[in-house]
C-alpha cells in the first residue's frame, strides 16, 4: 500500500502536489467513489481515475524514460509563454511533449537539462535534501582571483537568502575574462547569475555541464539523448 499521490506522480505526468489539489477539487475517484481525503493509501487491486479517465498504475521498479537535452541559450523550459517566446518543447518530437522537465535552466543559461516521464523520479532528482550535484561552466568577464574562490567555498548570504558553499576551480583565463567550473548542491533559481550580480561581476556564458551521475558529454546543442536510469543516483 502507497500514499496515492505517490502512486499517481509515479503513473502520470502530473507531480503529488498537483495530486494532491485534483483530490481536492474533486477530479479523482477511487473504485468509481469520489475521493475528498488527502493521504489515502491504496493498492495495485484499486482502479483510480483521474476527470473519469482510468489510469495505469506503474509498479515503483517501472522507472520509464529519461533522456538528457542539450539546451541552447534563448529559449524557456515551459511548455507554453505568454509572449510567444520559443520554449525547450519546440526542440522535442511529437512523442516527447508530454516529457517532464527535471528542474529548470533559465533563459540564456544552456547545456544539460534532463527530461522524464516519471513523475516520482522527477521528485527524486530535484529535492533539495537529496543533494544531486550540478555542475557548470561558467565564463565571466575579469579575472577570479583566490579570494573569490575562497569567499564561495565559505557560503553566501545574499538578499537574506543563504547559499551553501559552491566548489569553484579555474578552468582558463585571458586579459578580458576567465572559464570557471562551479560545483552546486543546491540549485536555487538563478543561484550562480544572482551570486555573480552581488559582486559585481557580469556573467557572459553559464552552461550546465551534469547533473548528479549524468553528463552533458558531446551531446550537440538542441539535441535530445535517451540514456539509462541509474537507480541509485
Known amino acids: 500500500m502507497e500514499r496515492i499521490n505517490k502512486v499517481l506522480a509515479r503513473s502520470t505526468n502530473f507531480s503529488r502536489r498537483e495530486i494532491d489539489k485534483f483530490i481536492m477539487e474533486g477530479r479523482i475517484k477511487v473504485d468509481g467513489k469520489l475521493l475528498t481525503t488527502q493521504g489515502i493509501k491504496v493498492s495495485p487491486s484499486n482502479k483510480i481515475s483521474i476527470d473519469e479517465t482510468i489510469i495505469k498504475i506503474k509498479k515503483i521498479t517501472e522507472l520509464n524514460s529519461l533522456y538528457i537535452f542539450h539546451k541552447p541559450r534563448g529559449c524557456l523550459v515551459t511548455k507554453s509563454d505568454d509572449k510567444n517566446r520559443k520554449t525547450v518543447y519546440d526542440f522535442l518530437g511529437p512523442k516527447q511533449k508530454n516529457l517532464l522537465s527535471i528542474g529548470r535552466l533559465d533563459y540564456n543559461t544552456e547545456g544539460l537539462l534532463l527530461f522524464t516521464d516519471n513523475g516520482e523520479f522527477k521528485r527524486k532528482m530535484e529535492l533539495p535534501k537529496n543533494n544531486f550535484e ?100
Open 134 to 233: 550540478r555542475v557548470y561552466k561558467v565564463r565571466v568577464q575579469g579575472f577570479i582571483d583566490k579570494n573569490f574562490i575562497d569567499r564561495l567555498s565559505k557560503g553566501l548570504r545574499i538578499k537574506h537568502i543563504k547559499y551553501k558553499p559552491i566548489k569553484v576551480s579555474l578552468i582558463s583565463k585571458t586579459k578580458t575574462y576567465s572559464w570557471i567550473k562551479m560545483s552546486l548542491l543546491e540549485g536555487k533559481n538563478r543561484e550562480i547569475r544572482n551570486i555573480f550580480e552581488s559582486l559585481n561581476i557580469t556573467v557572459t556564458r553559464l552552461i550546465r555541464i551534469s547533473y548528479g551521475a549524468y553528463k552533458l558529454g558531446s551531446l550537440e546543442r538542441s539535441k535530445l539523448k535517451k540514456v539509462k536510469i541509474y537507480e541509485n543516483n
